[in-house]
């Protein structure tokens, strides 16, 4: 059965300190998506990356950086430099390749505040 | 901006009422869902469509039915509305198979009272 577990439930750091949000997923496949997304204030849901099983290459987007691990299967997200506009509530999720219509199962989410 | 409409987005209903949802697409997507989202529980799926009049189960269908009879309009129906069932809820579309990512409506806040 697949699982996604984001064990920090708030974090609040102090705007231009880094930050980073752990995410530990479990899966029996071997071909899967992981995601993120970010859920500001205002609601939306906001799909921020995507990352395939087979490409372990840690991904930067600006301030944004990710960080995929088989071996400890994790998908850490870190913000540099954060942002009082990178506060928001943070998801991540998995997918299986072949999962049935793609269906896609959410951790709880990390709510992230930074503080002016 | 993956052309995703949600209506209404805001209900307040009383319990034992029934209450339809709209999820309404501008581009043809295969794929369609329905979640609900609670404090602490992140995004849980109701229902999803893969085709019209083609659906099935999520982890939380107890109290939900869903339709699509056609490929732009998923509806999300609690037959009779619980206090339980208050919540957000969110449809999203995904672009299908190999990409898996998903894109999600703006949300309807429902309260049953």
């Known amino acids: 059965a697949q699982k996604v577990t984001q064990a920090q439930t708030e974090i609040s750091v102090v705007e231009k300190e880094d930050v980073t949000l752990d995410c530990v997923y479990e899966?029996?496949?071997?071909?899967?998506?992981l995601f993120w997304y970010k859920q500001p204030p205002s609601g939306e849901l906001v799909f921020l990356i995507r990352?395939?099983?087979?490409?372990?290459q840690n991904e930067i987007s600006g301030r944004y950086s990710w960080n995929f691990q088989k071996s400890t299967s994790s998908f850490n997200f870190t913000i540099t430099a954060s942002q009082v506009v990178d506060s928001a509530v943070y998801f991540c999720?998995?997918?299986?390749?072949?999962?049935?219509?793609?269906?896609?199962?959410f951790g709880s989410g990390t709510r992230l505040s930074i503080r002016p | 901006d993956a052309g995703i409409t949600q209506s209404p987005r805001h209900k307040v209903t009383e319990t034992g009422t029934p209450v339809t949802l709209r999820c309404h697409q501008t581009?043809?997507?295969?794929?369609m869902y329905w979640y609900r989202q609670d404090p602490g529980h992140g995004l849980r799926l109701i229902h999803y469509?893969?085709?019209?009049?083609?659906?099935d189960k999520g982890e939380v269908s107890d109290g939900y039915s869903v339709s699509r009879s056609k490929t732009e309009d998923f509806l999300l129906t609690l037959e009779s509305a619980t206090s339980s069932q208050t919540s957000v809820y969110f449809c999203?579309?995904?672009?299908?198979?190999?990409?898996?990512?998903?894109?999600f409506g703006p949300g309807t806040r429902l309260t049953v009272l």
């Open positions: 581009e043809n997507h295969r794929y």
């Open positions: 999720a998995l997918s299986e390749a072949y999962s049935s219509a793609s269906k896609i199962i």
């Open positions: 999203a579309i995904s672009l299908g198979q190999g990409y898996n990512e998903q894109f």
């Open positions: 990352r395939n099983s087979f490409d372990e």
């Open positions: 899966t029996r496949d071997t071909t899967y998506y």
């Open positions: 469509s893969y085709g019209v009049k083609d659906t």
